[in-house]
Nanobody
Framework: QLQASGGGLVQAGGSLTLSCAASGRIYSSAVMGWFRQDSGKEREFVAAIRWGRGSTYYADFVKGRFTISRSTAENTVYLQMNSLKPEDTATYYC???????????????WGQGTQVTVSS
């Protein structure tokens, strides 16, 4: 089970940190990712991290603003979001899977989503 939390309402330019707590063992070969989906749009890749090596991957539209990290001791993945924009408004989902990191089909385990709303 993946439990996402940390969403909320924030003004443009503000920050939020999302958390995704995982139950059970996460193998070092696993990839943990964050995706987002807004109403009427397809789910899109945001960021991912390889559980073992900690290698990170980002969508171009969040580079320099978002940071993904993980705590292996706490079995938790984080998404630090800075300089938020109204277009970042969406439901954010964490997921566990394999490569390729930016494809939803590579992920077999999904959290329930947490809403992020950025006001202008």
């Amino acid at each position: 089970q993946l439990q996402a939390s940390g969403g909320g309402l924030v003004q443009a330019g503000g920050s939020l940190t999302l958390s995704c707590a995982a139950s059970g063992r996460i193998y070092s070969s696993a990839v943990m990712g964050w995706f987002r989906q807004d109403s009427g749009k397809e789910r899109e890749f945001v960021a991912a991290i390889r559980w073992g090596r900690g290698s990170t991957y980002y969508a171009d539209f969040v580079k320099g603003r978002f940071t993904i990290s993980r705590s292996t001791a706490e079995n938790t993945v984080y998404l630090q979001m800075n300089s938020l924009k109204p277009e970042d408004t969406a439901t954010y989902y964490c997921a566990q899977g394999t490569s390729p990191e930016n494809k939803p089909g590579a992920y077999s385990r999904w959290g329930q989503g947490t809403q992020v709303t950025v006001s202008s």
